[in-house]
């Protein structure tokens, strides 16, 4: 089993910047990629970003050029800084861990919020 703690939610007007963190524990050798998604309310999951254990990124169309995922495998944590929020941003995001056999593991999620 592969346990994931996000940190780094909360509170942000619009047009500024918050990074969220995700520490990954317990059997970290599983994981292949790391993502991040979001679920705003009345709304289905999305992805938002990943990166490979290589450190190939992906994004979704409406996060592209805003932000930036990274991820430090000596520490097994994966980042995500978001810049230039718009209130369209607010949901609540889940860091995941996708193993190699296809296998997706979730962290708990944090709230974030993006005040007009």
């Known amino acids: 089993q592969v346990q994931l703690v996000e940190s780094g939610g909360g509170l942000v007007q619009a047009g500024g910047s918050l990074r969220l963190s995700c520490a990954a524990s317990?059997?970290?050798?599983?994981?292949?990629?790391m993502e991040w998604h979001r679920q705003a309310p009345g709304k289905q999951r999305e992805l938002v970003a990943s990166?490979?254990?290589?450190?190939?990124?992906n994004y979704a169309d409406s996060v592209k050029g805003r932000f930036t995922i990274s991820r430090d495998n000596a520490k097994n944590t994966v980042y995500l800084q978001m810049n230039s929020l718009k209130p369209d941003d607010t949901a609540v995001y889940y860091c995941?861990?996708?193993?190699?056999?296809?296998?997706?593991?979730w962290g708990q999620g944090t709230q974030v919020t993006v005040s007009s």
């Open positions: 317990g059997s970290t050798f599983r994981i292949n990629i």
């Open positions: 995941a861990a996708k193993s190699f056999l296809g296998q997706r593991f």
């Open positions: 990166i490979t254990s290589g450190g190939s990124t």
